[in-house]
């Protein structure tokens, strides 16, 4: 009878470890704006030629400044930015799946994305919404590290 009643300890370590919403949500964000962000870059890499005749005209168009940065940037550039998203990807799974390492992958990776355009497009120095938005994901996935392992 006391077998059929009995329930397993709570700090049983065969039981799953909950993860938490603000993680999962930060890793379903990474998700969809990476995912996003790989087919596009991995786009412009396939379509390279296509890409620059479509952002001239639309930069002749309306005037838009900061087109020459862009485009010294070769195929190559875009393709590394799809690796880095995939890289970020791979950091969000582990995350996912509570392991610290997701969180070095991830940051690694994030820092590759701000800085790489400052070489591919020769800028002085990095974006300021690049450094808001990745400085702001790692420090939100920062909160979550004393939930891994």
């Not at 002085?124 to 790692?138: E, M, Q, R, V």
Request: net charge neutral.
């Amino acid at each position: 009878m006391e077998e059929l009643n009995s329930t397993p300890p709570l700090t049983d370590p065969q039981l799953p470890e909950k993860r938490q919403t603000l993680l999962t949500v930060l890793c379903i964000l990474t998700f969809v704006g990476s995912g996003l962000n790989l087919v596009s870059s991995w786009m412009f890499a396939a379509f390279y030629d296509i890409f620059v005749i479509v952002i001239k005209e639309f930069a002749d168009k309306f005037n838009i400044p900061g087109v020459d940065a862009i485009l010294e940037a070769k195929p190559l550039f875009f393709f590394l930015s799809g690796v880095f998203y995939v890289g970020s990807i791979i950091g969000a799974v582990l995350m996912m799946r509570l392991k610290k390492a997701g969180f070095h992958v991830y940051t690694i990776f994030q820092i590759l994305l701000v800085i790489s355009p400052m070489y591919f497009m020769h800028l002085p120095g990095p974006n300021f919404l690049d450094i808001l938005f990745s400085g702001t994901f790692i420090i939100l996935y920062s909160t979550q590290l004393k939930f891994m392992h």
